[in-house]
Structure formats: structure tokens, C-alpha cells
């Protein structure tokens, strides 16, 4: 295997190990909201959701939610993708 191709490799492996630890490290904070539903609320500023059952939700960018305590949040982007991933590399065995 030449230098380049090592290197290479070197590289997406690095790059795959990075995001694997990045996972729950990006998340300020899981809150609880009155119908049963979980927000999750990364350093970015954006936001993803999950059901009771631990379901990725696809939720709207402006939509209004009630925190359990009664507080209203506003959902800002919308990371389907990264809580399902991080949910995938949680759960593989």
C-alpha cells in the first residue's frame, strides 16, 4: 500500500472516530415536554425530538412546544438525522 493510499485511510478513519465521540458531546440539554416527548437542544442551536418510545419525530422549524414545567420553547432547526444517528451508534452492539 503506497504512502498516499495509508494516509488516506488514516484520514476517514480519524474522521469516523471524531464523529462517533462527538455524539452526546454536541447536546446541552434533554428537555421533558408535557405530551410525553422528549427535545434534545445542541451547542449549535438546533433541535431534535424523540416519543415515549425513543421514535425520531419530524418536527416543523417555528413550531411552538410546552415544556412539562409549563415553559414554551420554539424548535429551531430540525436534526432528525443526527439524533437518529446518534441513537444507531448507541444501540449497535
Do not use: F, W
Amino acid at each position: 500500500m503506497s504512502i498516499r493510499k495509508s494516509l488516506i485511510a488514516l484520514s476517514l478513519v480519524a474522521t469516523a472516530l471524531s464523529a462517533v465521540a462527538a455524539g452526546d458531546a454536541d447536546r446541552v440539554q434533554s428537555i421533558q415536554l408535557k405530551d410525553g416527548t422528549t427535545l434534545h437542544h445542541y451547542k449549535d442551536g438546533k433541535m431534535a425530538m424523540e416519543d415515549k418510545t425513543g421514535n425520531v419525530l419530524y418536527m416543523q422549524e417555528g413550531a411552538k412546544m410546552e415544556a412539562a414545567d409549563g415553559k414554551t420553547i420554539t424548535m429551531s432547526g430540525n436534526e432528525v438525522a443526527r439524533l437518529y444517528v446518534e441513537k444507531y451508534q448507541a444501540n449497535r452492539p
